[in-house]
């Protein structure tokens, strides 16, 4: 499975983006999918994640209740829904994916074996 992220760029303060995760393969039904970002001189921090089924997902308290996972498996991708935004949470986002089957294990990075190349994310006036 590869990934491939879009969806980025410049957006006021209060906007909204909707980041897009394109896999290929046939197996991304299996994975686990999980977004992360990365602002600079900083670590990457755990923002969303979403089991197989779609059913259950994950947020980071940061994000809770202004950003949106979801998954399409029949289009083999995965989105963010960003609404509200913050200067804060500008940054590079990626996307992973996991064949963890557990649950809160799912806001480590250390679970996810995919990773795609990053879509900046700037939030300014």
């Known amino acids: 499975v590869q990934l491939v992220e879009s969806g980025g760029g410049l957006v006021q303060p209060g906007g909204s983006l909707r980041l897009s995760c394109a896999a290929s393969g046939r197996t991304f039904r299996s994975y686990a999918m999980g977004w992360f970002r990365q602002a600079p001189g900083k670590e990457r921090e755990f923002v969303a994640a979403?089991?197989?089924?779609?059913?259950?997902?994950y947020y980071a308290d940061s994000v809770k209740g202004r950003f949106t996972i979801s998954r399409d498996n029949a289009k083999n991708t995965v989105y963010l829904q960003m609404n509200s935004l913050k200067p804060e949470d500008t940054a590079v986002y990626y996307c992973?994916?996991?064949?963890?089957?557990?649950?809160?294990?799912?806001?480590?990075?250390?679970?996810?074996?995919?990773w795609g190349q990053g879509t900046q994310v700037t939030v300014s006036s």
């Open positions: 979403i089991k197989w089924s779609g059913g259950i997902t």
């Open positions: 992973a994916a996991s064949t963890y089957l557990g649950g809160d294990g799912l806001r480590a990075s250390g679970r996810y074996e995919l």
